[in-house]
């Protein structure tokens, strides 16, 4: 026993250095290989920025900046849109046909902000789309102002950057397209908090407040949120599953199939994100510019996605990793959207001509947008119970601005009859 004291340790040091040898010798044996960010073929989001803030420094007749900052409990966001209007001087006309891109809004998804450099590209002719001469681009070009927000979730493109290749909410963990106020909060059986944080109230985060006040005074006829992970042309709703009823909904469909057909090769799904993706979302920023913001034409495009990479290799899930895989994406989905910027305008028309969705609310819901917008930054927590409640107030102002006119018709139709009778009764002979 004595002899096995000081043997003892030496033997257990000796198993414990075999163990450590083995364990690093089968690195997570089980575990698939995770693709990193290839920045051969992708842009830093500081370097893309960086290629857009020259685009805009070389060419200022047709493109303009401006980042806007907002922020709450210690959080702070800001984002950059870039407005593309071929006479720059023109740019406040409001005959002109009004496109709002967003690009980024998930951090993971980095092959979405770079069609929004390419789309820049192209409308600043630095590239140009096969088959497309300039003249006939310009021709439909010149009707057209196009905002363009590349970037929409900087702060989760950063933690992506740093490793986190999973991450597709914002900087603190609220996933941006839940976080929209038409079915805010609702959760699905399957719901994954991961995945779709849908923050503390509608428009808590400083991104989507951001997005809506840009949606609310830009009062786009197009409205894309861009995604990838799969590749799909959705129209509302994404919160049930069905599309709205009507002339809109017939139009959105049509225009859809004509980019399936020219810049998909009709692989892309089609149909409302609630009824086509095979699970609800709720909150989400497309619902919200058609129902809300009323938004004729609004979509989300999902523009890419590998089905067979595992779950956990998100990179390669939710972005080419070949330069030829790459560059076709751009080239298709840049030329989707040109597609868009010739045609949708011609789409939106028809709906306008026919549409009957009453329009003179729209000014109350800005209004009140504005309101509770304002305070926010004022009164900080405060702020989500009147997000929260935006709806039902809306609701009530609407019922109240109702009641009011009956009451108003009622008064004046009592006055006018007692006005008007006076004179007969004395004049009927008894
Ligand atoms: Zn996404």
Redesign the pocket.
């Known amino acids: 026993m004595a002899r096995r004291l000081p043997l003892a340790p030496s033997a257990l040091l000796l198993l414990l250095l075999a163990c450590l040898l083995v364990a690093h010798g089968e690195p997570n044996r089980g575990a698939p290989r995770l693709t990193p960010i290839d920045l051969d073929l992708y842009h830093s989001s500081a370097h893309l920025m960086e290629e857009i803030k020259g685009l805009v420094h070389r060419h200022p007749d047709k493109l303009l900046m401006n980042n806007i900052r907002s922020g709450n409990r210690g959080y702070r966001a800001e984002l950059a849109v870039v407005t593309y209007c071929r006479n720059i001087k023109e740019i406040k006309d409001n005959s002109k046909f009004r496109i709002l891109l967003s690009f980024g809004?998930?951090g993971r998804?980095l092959i979405t902000s770079e069609v929004a450099l390419r789309i820049l590209s192209i409308l600043t002719e630095e590239q140009f789309l096969p088959n497309v001469d300039s003249v006939s681009l310009n021709s439909f070009l010149d009707k057209l102002i196009i905002k363009v927000v590349p970037m929409e979730n900087v702060n989760g493109r950063r933690l992506v950057e740093a490793g986190d290749l999973c991450e597709?909410r914002n900087g603190r963990g609220v996933d941006l397209?839940r976080n929209w106020s038409v079915d805010w909060g609702k959760k699905e059986k399957d719901y994954d908090p991961y995945e779709e944080n849908p923050g503390t109230g509608p428009f808590s985060e400083p991104e989507s407040q951001i997005m809506r006040k840009l949606a609310t005074s830009f009062n786009p006829h197009i409205w894309v949120n861009v995604?990838?992970?799969m590749e799909a042309l959705f129209m509302p709703y994404d919160h049930k599953n069905t599309t709205p009823l009507g002339l809109p909904s017939t139009r959105m469909t049509l225009l859809l199939k004509e980019l399936n057909v020219l810049h998909c090769q009709n692989r892309c799904m089609i149909g409302s994100g609630g009824g086509s993706v095979g699970y609800l979302a709720h909150g989400t920023a497309t619902d919200y510019m058609y129902d809300i913001a009323r938004v004729p034409m609004a979509f989300t495009f999902?523009i890419y996605g590998d089905g067979a990479a595992s779950p956990k290799d998100c990179f390669k899930m939710f972005n080419p990793t070949d330069v030829s895989t790459y560059n076709r994406v751009l080239s298709d989905w840049s030329a989707a959207f040109f597609t868009i910027f010739k045609n949708g305008p011609r789409y939106v028309d028809e709906i306008h001509m026919r549409d009957s969705r009453p329009s003179s609310w729209e000014s109350i819901d800005e209004y009140l947008d504005g309101y509770l917008m304002d305070r926010s930054s004022r009164y900080g927590k405060k702020v989500e119970v009147l997000d929260f409640g935006m709806q039902e107030i809306r609701t009530y102002f609407r019922l109240f601005l109702l009641s009011f006119v009956l009451l108003m018709f009622m008064f004046c139709s009592r006055i006018s009859k007692s006005k008007f009778s006076r004179p007969v009764v004395p004049s009927m002979p008894g």
């Open positions: 809004q998930h998804e597709r397209n995604h990838s992970g999902e």
